[in-house]
């Protein structure tokens, strides 16, 4: 997170990796490419070469979202019990038929530009005690540990979860959430945290709550410095207005105020229930 300063006013900004692709139509994307060319029997063959490419793609999608699909019958929970009784497969094939599950589902999401949510991302919204979220919460009693883990074990992935044993949350695309209300007992709950920070600030008891020992290790300036430009390439800036920042004066108290928050456009999580009524398990 960083802040930049705009006249007078400070903007607080969150940095966020860009994403791979760049969201586009695709008939805009072929007709431009399309009357960058020349002759209008080369332009043809352009297009017919971009159909082609298109429905091989396609296929290849069909074909790996029904194989999916046809693994993940069995193990549906409503009708995936019966299914796999009828079948009488040993726990070994159940075990090999879902590993096979995940391996369509993490390539499939992966082609279809979904990322893994990490610990930092989580943390940010933890911390940014968002007003725009929705209140769910995930039972971690009722999850199974084995079948992911299992999984991660044999497909290395970076950067992933504390939780990744259990669930694991996919994202896609950035937006931005805003809305305006009054938001009165937030901001009651605001100046009460800032009269509690200003308070342990006079008497200094915040150095008696804020001993953290600095862990961090040292950046090489010059590595940092050869990396800025890739990184800064690679990263997008995005403005936050939050309660907690904003200037305590009369019309913010009492009038209408516009809060924005950076998320993700697209969110997909999967995740192992226990089933104590049926023997049977499964993705769910």
Not at 20 to 37: D, F, G, Q, R
Not at 172 to 198: C, Y
Request: proline letters at 3%; hydrophobic letters at 35%; glycine letters at 4%.
């Amino acid at each position: 997170m960083a802040e930049a300063n705009a006249g007078k006013e400070k903007k607080e900004v969150v940095r966020l990796e860009r994403e791979s692709v760049i969201p586009i139509m695709k008939p805009k994307l072929t007709m431009k490419l399309a009357y960058l060319i020349e002759h209008q029997s080369d332009r043809e063959e352009f297009l017919k070469l971009c159909r082609r490419v298109e429905y091989t793609i396609r296929a290849w999608y069909h074909l790996q979202f029904d194989d999916m699909m046809e693994l993940f019958a069995l193990f549906d929970p409503v009708h995936g019990a019966k299914k796999l009784e009828q079948q009488n497969f040993l726990p070994e094939e159940i075990d090999t038929l879902e590993q096979n599950f995940l391996s369509y589902f993490f390539r499939v999401m992966e082609k279809s530009n979904f990322n893994i949510v990490n610990d930092d991302e989580v943390e940010l919204a933890h911390s940014g005690q968002y007003l725009l979220n929705l209140p769910i919460k995930v039972d971690e009693s009722k999850l199974d540990d084995k079948l992911l883990s299992k999984y991660f074990k044999e497909h290395r992935h970076e950067n992933l979860p504390d939780f990744s044993d259990k669930y694991v949350i996919f994202r896609r695309g950035i937006g931005l959430d805003r809305t305006s209300n009054f938001f009165f007992m937030e901001k009651v709950d605001m100046i009460i945290a800032r009269a509690w920070r200003r308070f342990l600030e006079k008497t200094r008891l915040q150095k008696l709550f804020s001993r953290k020992k600095n862990s961090k290790p040292k950046i090489d300036s010059k590595k940092n410095d050869d990396l800025a430009s890739e990184i800064e390439d690679k990263e997008l800036y995005v403005e936050r207005i939050r309660l907690e920042t904003m200037d305590l004066s009369f019309g913010n108290l009492f009038g209408k105020v516009t809060i924005q928050e950076p998320t993700f456009e697209e969110s997909a999580l999967i995740c192992n229930i226990f089933l104590q009524e049926k023997k049977s398990k499964g993705p769910g």
